[in-house]
């Protein structure tokens, strides 16, 4: 159980343009997911969190108006990239919380490659 | 703030070598500790977890970890690696009061085991 899908596993797109990801909570209702960076050999740093049905809470230093997160479901959230720029390329993962748990789940992460 | 270090940040072992991987945390209350992996190329996995009870916690794979509470300390340890141990290891805290259950989390430690 507690399975997490993301979606694209991977995406190189133009600079300019934006990106959407997709995370699903496959067996469970998350109340809250969790979206994050990662760079190569380094640590993951949170972005957002997401509750179903209100806004993000953004992390200092993340612009809400370039990754933009809609938690429209218990079981889906998506993280829009927007006006992609080389430097935006990335590793993103995201997670779920059970809310009975203290515990998140991972989603396999998506790889952007911004050209 | 909330504050997770690890002390290794590269450590490098040979088959059948006992390992331990130094976490410490900054936090005056109750917290929910964590161990996750990330093998090369995959996402990450939840090695263990302590929320209550014994201090000495059993995960996957023949790793388990001891919570200290006089030491803030959730090391982690092996009595004998193997070459598929190879992997970025991450220990991670949250407060399990509030806080949308935020992950906080260390900077990663590298094991690479010689066959």
């Known amino acids: 159980g507690a399975v997490v899908s993301q979606h694209p596993s991977w995406v190189i797109c133009k600079s300019g343009t934006s990106v959407k990801i997709e995370c699903r909570s496959l067996?469970?209702?998350?109340?809250?997911m969790f979206w994050y960076r990662q760079f190569p050999k380094q640590s993951l740093m949170l972005m957002a969190t997401?509750?179903?049905?209100?806004?993000?809470?953004?992390e200092q230093g993340v612009e809400k108006d370039k990754f933009l997160i809609n938690h429209a479901s218990l079981t889906l959230s998506t993280l829009t990239v927007t006006s992609a720029h080389p430097e935006d390329s990335s590793f993103y993962i995201c997670s779920a919380g059970l809310a009975k748990y203290n515990e998140q789940f991972f989603g396999p992460g998506t790889r952007l490659t911004v050209l | 703030a909330q504050s997770v270090s690890q002390h290794n940040h590269h450590v490098i072992l040979s088959e059948a070598a006992s390992l331990e991987l130094g976490c410490n945390y900054s936090y005056g209350g109750t917290v929910n500790l964590f161990w996750y992996v990330q093998y090369p190329g995959q996402h990450l996995q939840l090695l263990l977890k302590y929320f209550s009870g014994d201090p000495l916690v059993k995960g996957i794979k023949g790793f388990e970890a001891e919570f200290i509470k006089s030491k803030f300390s959730f090391n982690l340890r092996k009595p004998s690696v193997q070459w598929s141990d190879t992997a970025e290891y991450f220990c991670?805290?949250?407060?399990?009061?509030?806080?949308?259950?935020?992950?906080?989390w260390g900077l990663g430690t590298s094991l690479a085991v010689n066959p």
């Open positions: 997401s509750n179903e049905g209100s806004k993000a809470t953004y």
């Open positions: 991670a805290v949250n407060a399990p009061a509030g806080n949308n259950r935020k992950l906080i």
């Open positions: 067996d469970f209702q998350a109340t809250t």
